[in-house]
Structures are given as structure tokens and as C-alpha cells.
């Protein structure tokens, strides 16, 4: 028997709830993004907060990366998670933007591996060239861990529509959600 169409959003918000604390198909997503001359850009993220009301996710990211200037440029973004094991596609869309909040910033700083946060800590913007790999750990070793730096950057996705396909299905399955001004409004979609 099909799952309902709410039960399917239920099921998206547990999903997107379990891979901010345990490593699953969710946790590390697609991000895509525009650069300003209409070049897209595709790079992968980790889930580091998600909440359902209003539906919303966090990652992190260097402040100084080429995908900050893009999303301040033009905040509409997308997506994409798969989950190979259940066979099911999740598509995101909304738009983004920078948190700039203290506390926020320093507990999601407090979750992340020493070795995430050395990564702040280089003298280089993401995507500098260098002459060997291990110039880009230059300055790391002395850098303290307690703050965060400046460069430490959190982006918020307001989640405006989601896609959900399963292709486990016989037929498979295809729905998608949007956002609208009393809450969440699903349809099934064809495949």
C-alpha cells in the first residue's frame, strides 16, 4: 500500500532530522548554485542542523569560497540527497542565506572534528592555486580551536519545495511539496 502523501513528509522530516546526528544517505547533500554569469555549480555539503518548522537546514562553509559570493548574488539554490539503499531521490529548493548568529556560529563550531576546524584556519581561499597539497596546511598547527574564525561561515536554506522520488516502487513514486502561506501543500507527480 502507497504511503500517503503527508506520511511521505513525515517521513522526509525524520529522514532530514536523523542525518544531522548519525551519518546516513542525508548527510552529506548536492548543492547547487549560479555563479553571475549564469554558470551552475555543483558541490557536496554536510547537514549540520535541520528544522522542520519553518523547514530549514544549516551547513558550513569558508566565507571566503566562490559559493558565498553566489548565493549572496542570487540566494535560490538546490539540493539534491540519495539514498542508494532505499532507492529514494530527495530534491530541495529554497534560498539561502548567511547566519551570522554568535551563539549559533560557536555551538556548531563546537560539533565539528578538529581536523573540519583546522581547515578554517588556512591562510588560502578555497580554490587558490598552490604549488604542492601540503602548502595548504601552512599556519594550521598553531591555530587555537576554541572560537571560530571569521571565515566560518553558516548558511541557512529556507526550503520553499521538496521532490521526493522513490524508485523502489512498482510504479515508482514521484511527489513533491511547496510551500505556501498555511503550510505544506503535496502532489503527486508523474515519473
Known amino acids: 500500500m502507497a504511503l500517503s502523501l503527508d506520511a511521505h513528509l513525515q517521513a522526509i522530516w525524520q529522514k532530514l532530522t536523523h542525518a544531522v546526528s548519525t551519518?546516513?544517505?542525508?548527510?552529506?547533500?548536492?548543492?547547487?548554485?549560479v555563479t553571475g554569469n549564469a554558470q551552475p555549480k555543483l558541490r557536496t555539503i554536510v547537514l549540520r542542523d535541520f528544522s522542520p518548522a519553518p523547514a530549514s537546514l544549516l551547513f558550513t562553509t569558508?566565507?571566503?569560497?566562490?559559493?558565498?559570493?553566489?548565493?549572496?548574488?542570487?540566494?535560490?539554490?538546490?539540493?539534491?540527497?540519495?539514498?542508494?539503499?532505499?532507492?529514494?531521490?530527495?530534491?530541495?529548493?529554497?534560498?539561502?542565506?548567511?547566519?551570522?548568529?554568535?551563539?549559533?556560529?560557536?555551538?556548531?563550531?563546537?560539533?565539528?572534528?578538529?581536523s573540519a576546524q583546522q581547515l578554517f584556519h588556512s591562510p588560502y581561499s578555497p580554490g587558490t592555486i598552490l604549488d604542492a597539497p601540503e602548502a595548504a596546511c601552512a599556519g594550521h598547527a598553531s591555530a587555537s580551536l576554541t572560537d571560530p574564525p571569521e571565515n566560518f561561515a553558516l548558511i541557512r536554506i529556507i526550503v520553499k519545495r521538496i521532490e521526493l522520488l522513490d524508485v523502489s516502487a512498482d510504479p515508482h513514486q514521484?511527489?513533491?511539496?511547496?510551500?505556501?502561506a498555511h503550510?505544506?501543500?503535496?502532489?503527486?507527480?508523474a515519473h
Do not use: Y
Open 62 to 114: 569558508d566565507a571566503r569560497s566562490a559559493k558565498v559570493q553566489e548565493m549572496r548574488a542570487n540566494p535560490h539554490v538546490s539540493l539534491l540527497g540519495w539514498d542508494a539503499e532505499n532507492s529514494l531521490q530527495l530534491r530541495l529548493e529554497g534560498e539561502a542565506c548567511r547566519v551570522d548568529e554568535r551563539e549559533l556560529r560557536h555551538a556548531i563550531w563546537q560539533t565539528l572534528r578538529p
Open 174 to 180: 514521484r511527489c513533491e511539496f511547496l510551500l505556501q
Open 23 to 33: 551519518r546516513s544517505p542525508f548527510t552529506l547533500m548536492q548543492l547547487a548554485s
Open 183 to 189: 503550510g505544506w501543500a503535496g502532489r503527486w507527480l
